[in-house]
Antibody, heavy 121, light 108 residues
């Protein structure tokens, strides 16, 4: 069974940094692209970033480019999101998700429960 | 940037009825369109990928279609557990991923 467990969220002041982690199990982690998607309280879904299985290619939404960095440690089956220069607009529940086997980065078939990031003074 | 507009924002129907949800792209796009269902307090669940392919374990009452700028998710006969929020998502050729703002499907 695929499991994705996010951690690292919390309360941070504007301008601060956080590093999110997503521990994966139940599938060959290095064979799958992964993504981060966020959801502000009561709002819709917003794609944040994605990374290929090898980690060789990374992609970012314009809203986080230059501030966030996605990475992965395939030896530990863990996905990361380093978030710098955080603003109140980054307050959201952050989900990690696995690319669907048959669809690559076109769709995401397994999601974690999310970790909440709150940016506030 | 491609914008996905979902309509209606809210759809009120009864169990057993047919639901048709729309996702319109701001320009003609490839068929890398996915649909997700999200219930309160839960992460999204993949229903459809590449416009019309059902994800593993998704009942046959869910179907996807469309091309160009107009895509649809159809639920042929609503079950009580189908009332939720539905999102469409598109992946562009230069790997930018966009979600629509969602359609809330509520019990009438």
């Amino acid at each position: 069974e695929v499991q994705l467990v996010e951690s690292g969220g919390g309360l941070v002041q504007p301008g601060g940094s956080l590093r999110l982690s997503c521990a994966a199990s139940g599938f060959p982690f290095s064979s799958f692209s992964m993504t981060w998607v966020r959801q502000a309280p009561g709002k819709g879904l917003e794609w944040v970033s994605a990374i290929t299985g090898s980690g060789g290619s990374t992609y970012y939404a314009d809203s986080v480019k230059g501030r966030f960095t996605i990475s992965r440690d395939n030896s530990k089956s863990t996905l990361f999101l380093q978030m710098n220069s955080l603003g109140v607009e980054d307050t959201a529940l952050y989900y990690c998700a696995k690319a669907a086997a048959a669809a690559g980065l076109n769709a995401f078939d397994s999601w974690g429960q999310g970790t909440l990031v709150t940016v506030s003074s | 940037e491609i914008v996905l507009t979902q309509s209606p924002a809210t759809l009120s129907l009864s169990p057993g009825e047919r639901a048709t949800l729309s996702c319109r792209a701001s320009q003609s796009v490839n068929s890398y369109v996915a649909w997700y269902q999200q219930k309160p307090g839960q992460p999204p669940k993949l229903l459809i990928y590449d416009a019309f392919n059902r994800a593993t374990g998704i009942p046959a009452r869910f179907s996807g279609g469309g091309s160009g700028t107009d895509f649809t998710l159809t639920i042929s006969s609503l079950e009580p557990e189908d009332f939720a929020v539905y999102y469409c998502q598109h992946r562009s050729n230069w790997l930018s991923i966009t979600f629509g703002h969602g359609t809330r499907l509520e019990i009438k």
